[in-house]
């Protein structure tokens, strides 16, 4: 046959699943987009149709509903981890498991009058819809990939940002900036250090609330050249700060924000209105790496 | 000819204005979407061709960033009255305007470390990311119409919530529930009792919040038989405690949280691991009044 | 109390139905995503949560699927029919369904070689992806009205399009133009004049084709002067040649291309090169109507 | 610095262009959103901000824009040829451009009465709004990689379709199937083996109408025990009948059509009513290959 079978992969992609924890009369709640994908000895299920070595999709989902329940969702990496080592262990043909997912933030609805008593009922959230929490855990029986991020985190700078002393071609009409909004909508990934059983592994949940707020702090303190430099500090104040992050990738769309020309309509814009764009759009994309360690971050940043 | 012209209207869509105030190092942020819409004397336009009385879409654009210069944007809402004035009062064939304004809301971002004096820079803002508000005005020369309002805040209360002792036909087979989860992704517009330039305008800004905590009170404290329980709940709250308003109608998708079967592998679900589905979803809609009005928001809420 | 109910319906909504009609090895499929509204006497589950005049959504969900067996999808209209004349008449507290279809269209994928028998199979389908169809049944147990139409339809006139002669504010900027693109996502709307038992309805399928073609060559036709003047074409077309149809409403986003300033690069751009903007966008609508009817479409299309 | 740079890429993402060309009253279309990614020697932007090796990524729109006047869009592979050749070679700190590109398909529209001549005005289109048409150009300086495929092409058989015969452990309760409905929304990209200015590039336009076409039929004509075959029958009907071709990747959700169970209301489902559902799906994405070729499309499918 002229034609062979390369990567393959298949399993059931955004599994939605919510936990409720009850603690008395207080709620906890975790909301889940969950993706599984399984690769192994798949061979004759594409050339022959023969499904012996295939666990349904249907089945996939069933176990992330079952986990919920068995294990808990104390976080989206340590869910992820559970549900990769059940797959990879429990099944010969399956050598390899990548779990995919997405988590959705909410916040408690204060009651009125504000709360007097531990008895008072906790149970009511409304979805903050602010960033996307992301992980991909990657397993193959042996070593452990944890990469999480985030992405839809919309963020902007009304001020400190220039861009000039670029190449000019012919094609060049843009006109210099000293002082101009920088606003992008971050999608971020970073991978962690640790790829062992033996290894501890990190606080997932403080790691994910540092990370965030080193990135939103590297934006907001960075006197920005350029996007790509505003991305750099992102990135090295993420791998200076947390020890348990190796690599660090952004996809960085430049919102642009340009200045309306008011001058036809006799009045004057100093940096004060302006039109927020759709399309196109700047895009920067790179990665920072903890020295020493080897880049494993695709380059093309996916969520499902 | 056989056939004639019926209600028509026209303008500029979604102009995507953002105006930064300086107040010293501290920025302030307004960021809106703004659609006109303008009719009037108009059938030539319509049977001819003949642009004699039409405004160019794009003037009407203009404006809109025109005005954010020239009278700043205080609140949505006196944004949309200042431009839906304008059109009418400045254009003859112009006999009536709406304007709708979408408005996204951003929070600071803190640098690090925090907050030591009025000097430090406080432009760095982190898309909130939550509902968004709404806004719309019409003006006929004589009388104002303001209907405000949200979308896309999605509420739930894990527990509190049963359905039962409805209408079994020979096609239900739905099984009573005791013990759900309600959540709704709100859509509301709530009308305004002022109509007059005679009259004092609302506290637009404080009008808004307040009615929100009204509403997310409203939802987290109402133990529920029925969504309907609970939307009536939200809106003779708001008419109750807001004197401003005189109308609220909401359409609240039903957002089914199925408590999933884990029997087959031998595991109890008390309440705890639900999916959450897309579609299909129950759509509950209806308008709550203050008593002696007149409902006037339309039956099917839209937002552009 | 001083608050009171207004206008309120419920139902389920986006019911995605696919039927499969087997006529030996050819088969025929209909595609639909049907919503549900129902109102009546319907004030005590909204005071008190009481739901003993409830259909609960679930049954109407199930009513859809029951359907499609019982009495198959011969048209669009025709199954909205069956299904609201089913709830006013089966239930007593139930006063008046709108019943709301989106129907997606299929085409065959010829097989290789091609179609030698009747009895080669005849059951690949490709999704067209072009417009999708609606339409809109109300019946009160007395009149029914049928709102059907389409939207995303989107088209392009490349030449035989001008815009001049235009009302000029301080605010104009605009320059005038003798030779434009043209282009628009059509969202349209028409209201048959069928409202009664007695009376013989449409042909509902060669009305969707045939409005549908009248509509694409009134737009093709039409040398315009203004998006308006198209949009009359467009529905006194169909109201002159639809002897079914005494309404119609259109709303069109004027999608701009705009001629790119390629004098910079040393280029000249003879009405070549466009740019396809996405917002700010043009709104233009209206309603035609056949002369002596009353307007019943509302302002605001929509769908769900 | 315990920090360093890797993979980095920067450009100006979604240009939308629409090139019309006239051929007398004859008007042809194309409809492209082409994004553009440059690397190269860019250390110090990053590190320092410095712009003096960046060529604006308003440059490279513009510059889309011009080559769509100087060079005509002939396919959108020659044009993102064009394009990639462009930055490669006129700046020395670019070593390496990715171009990307959507291409939207027009259809005419027929006038009315039907064409009766050669001077009958034909530039009316409607989008036909199916798949959308994929290109990606990398060149480095030497060597050339074209990656074409589509997204977005949903196809249904509604018979011959099984699946039986897998794993079944703890979790698994699905039930065999014998006949149903199998969907998918394919989304597809093949690889060139042109790489080489010396060699004969492939006839772009033609390829992509008969890859296509091989696709939809292996899809129409494949008796199917799983996706993973139809999958594989797909791929390999490509590299069999496309010489050009030399490695073919997939990603198809399974969009899954379950059998409504009309049981309790009295009536058999005979493989008629289904309902087509949105999440979860099975997700199967492999590659197929050309004996002797190398892998290079990466595991995860993105278009932007």
Known sequence: MPTILGQNQYGKAECRVVKITRDGATHHLKDLN??????????EVHYSGSNAHVLPTDTTKNTVYAFAKEYGIESAEQFGIDLARHFVTSQEPIHRARVRIEEYAWQRIAATPPSTGADEPRHS?????????????????EHWEVISGLKDLTVLNSTNSEFWGYVKDKYTTLQ????????????A??????????????????????????????????????????????????IQHRAEIDEVRFSLPNKHHFLVDLAPFGLKNENEVYVAADRPYGLIEATVLRDGREARIPVDLTTL
Chains 1, 2, 3, 4 share one sequence.
Do not use: K
């Open 189 to 238: 990934r970073w991978r962690f250090g640790w790829t062992d059983d033996g290894q501890q592994p990190p606080a997932w949940q403080e790691s994910y609330e540092q990370t965030r707020t080193q990135l939103l702090q590297a934006f907001a303190e960075t006197y920005s050249l350029s996007l790509q430099q505003t991305l750099y500090q992102m990135g090295s104040r993420i």
């Open 34 to 43: 969950v993706s599984i994908a399984l690769s192994g000895d798949m061979t």
């Open 176 to 187: 210099e900036a000293y002082d101009r909004i920088l606003a992008t909508e971050v999608s």
């Open 125 to 141: 959230f409304v979805r903050t819809g602010q960033e996307t929490r992301l992980t991909q855990v990657t397993y193959d029986g």
